[in-house]
């Protein structure tokens, strides 16, 4: 039975949330992968092995400090935040410049040493460490804001900034970050360009590809492009950026980066909707569009299981009193309160009319919106406390949405799955689809791949929305890519990085 909406406490001013920076440790108490090079059976590429002379070369050029060679010390680069894959590289180092990143990649390109780039390790594709002993460029050190533009709304800063950080420092001065994301907390601003992260308001502020307006770059021989532009207009020829938006640093090392950033909203307002099947779901997005319009900011959907893992293993409270099939998380960002609420009024009366919402409640309260925000964006932390999570990240034309995730129960209802869940983005047609089971499971893997793959293929959906294609997902691209376009891709890749030293074995095989 419907319930009123209620509103539970008034306005209380613009103010944005973030989890703490250590948000993302749950994973730790998990079981330790095994090497990816034996789970996946990879053969190692024809590039050197780390010796003494390439370590002190690394130490003259950055200083012992930050040179890591401890094999414990080592240790949390080579494994992923999902705990799927593990490397078994010697070396990290930590460039404080980007003139540092051009002399550790000459050198590397020179020696025939492989390189994986890492920011903030929060990938979900397997990209962020290595697959063997690559040398590992971890970014955390180049994290200098360069400079803030209020009036135009741009931000110049390094690839080593915390998203946070950067959305805080913007705060300050009426401006915010266009990308939001769960692991803000701890991804870094470098791995967000080079994964084209999309996240919670891509709805409303776009991706990355029309969001950064310029950056600078480290090719693999070293040679650095200075495509730092801040102007929104610039034809100028080829627009290079792009080449490294995404490009997962298969390309070349992004070190500097110039983003729009739109105005921080003075009025937020967001309300959890409880409903009974997907086609309600439908129902409430159309008509959030044409009565929410522009301060629309993020419509996301949580399935009932996501919903109940999050309550059972994180202790979070939900905002219902009951679970239902489907929950929304709906939020708009907008500048005059009165004007808003009068829109998300019309728009809650108009779902309870028509009775396609089951319960419902809305806040402007900011302590309230995080209590909600939490809930979704720690969806992933609560599915990754115990046992091994095989996520997928797709996308698919509206209707078909979720259909993946009943076709998959019904699947695997005779393997040993502890549960499987979607939720996503639905305002951009991203799901994320996980399957929990006790431990990494062959038949399961066997059993979702390619099948999860081909099943998106078939309904011309993505087999990557955000995450990327990385490790997990390099042989599995020709279902969204056609042999035409990864034949260029291929050309590019060999035509920039001739020897092949950047994150090998990624994206592209
Ligand atoms: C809880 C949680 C929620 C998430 N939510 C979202 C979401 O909503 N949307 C989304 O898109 N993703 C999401 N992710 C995935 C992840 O956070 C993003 O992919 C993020 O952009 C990765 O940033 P990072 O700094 O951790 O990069 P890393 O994981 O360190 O690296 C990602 C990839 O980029 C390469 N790379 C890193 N830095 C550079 C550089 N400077 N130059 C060249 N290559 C580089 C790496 O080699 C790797 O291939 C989530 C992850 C978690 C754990």
């Known amino acids: 039975m419907m319930r009123a909406i209620r509103r539970m406490i008034p306005f209380g001013g613009p103010e944005r949330f973030f989890l703490p920076h250590n948000n993302l440790r749950s994973a730790s108490t998990r079981i330790e992968p095994e090497l990816t090079a034996v789970r996946y059976k990879v ?16 130490s003259e050029l950055l200083g012992p400090d930050r040179v890591i060679t401890e094999p414990d010390e080592c240790d949390s680069y080579n494994i992923d935040w999902l705990r799927m894959v593990k490397g078994s590289s010697r070396v990290v180092l930590k460039p404080k410049s980007s003139e540092e990143v051009s002399a550790i990649l000459r050198y590397c390109d020179e020696a025939k040493l492989a390189v994986c780039p890492q920011s903030g390790n929060t990938g979900l594709v397997g990209g962020s460490v290595p697959v063997f002993d690559e040398v590992v460029l971890s970014m955390r050190l180049m994290n200098n804001i360069i400079s803030v533009d209020e009036f135009a709304g741009v931000l110049v800063c390094e690839s080593g900034c915390v998203l946070q950080t950067l959305d805080e420092h913007l705060s300050r001065v009426g401006l915010m970050m266009p990308i939001d994301l769960g692991a803000k907390g701890s991804c870094l601003i470098g791995g967000n360009v080079s994964t084209n992260a999309g996240g919670l308001r891509l709805l409303r502020y776009g991706n990355l590809h029309g969001n950064v307006l310029g950056l600078e770059a480290v090719l693999a021989n070293g040679k650095i492009i200075d495509c730092l532009n801040t102007l929104k207009k610039d034809n100028t020829g ?8 995404g490009s997962e640093g298969t390309l070349g090392i992004v070190t500097k980066v110039a983003i729009q950033c739109p105005t921080l909203p003075k009025a937020i307002n967001v309300a959890f909707l409880g409903l009974e099947n997907f086609e309600n779901v439908l129902k409430t997005f159309q008509l959030a569009k044409s009565e929410l319009g522009e301060i629309l900011s993020s419509f996301e959907l949580i399935d009932r299981t996501s919903v109940e893992t999050s309550l059972a293993t994180l202790g979070l409270k939900s905002p219902l009193t009951n679970t239902h099939e489907f929950h929304l998380l709906i939020e708009t960002s907008g500048s005059k309160l009165s004007h808003d609420e009068e829109k998300v009024s019309n728009f809650l009366e108009k779902v309870m009319e028509q009775g396609i919402v089951e319960d419902g409640t809305v806040t402007s309260d900011p302590s309230k919106v995080k209590t909600i925000w939490d809930l979704r964006e720690r969806l992933a932390e609560s599915q990754t406390k115990e046992g091994y999570l095989f996520k997928y990240d797709i996308s698919f034309p509206l209707e078909h949405f979720y259909t993946i995730v009943p076709v998959l129960r019904d699947r695997l209802k005779d393997c040993n799955v502890r549960f499987i869940t979607g939720f996503g983005h639905l305002g951009d047609g991203n799901v994320h689809v996980q399957v929990n089971t006790s431990n990494y499971d062959e038949t399961v893997n066997s059993m979702l791949e390619p099948f999860i793959f081909e099943f998106t293929s078939k309904f011309k959906g993505s087999i990557s929305a955000e995450h990327g294609i990385g490790f997990k997902k390099s042989k599995y691209l020709h279902y969204s890519k056609d042999e035409s376009a990864i034949e260029l891709m291929r050309l590019m890749k060999r035509t920039m990085d001739p020897n092949g030293i950047l994150n090998p074995y990624k994206v592209i095989c």
């Open 43 to 58: 053969k190692r590429g024809p590039f050197a092995t780390i010796n003494d002379a390439h370590t002190s070369f690394f």
């Open 238 to 245: 080829y627009h290079l950026k792009h080449l490294f938006i």
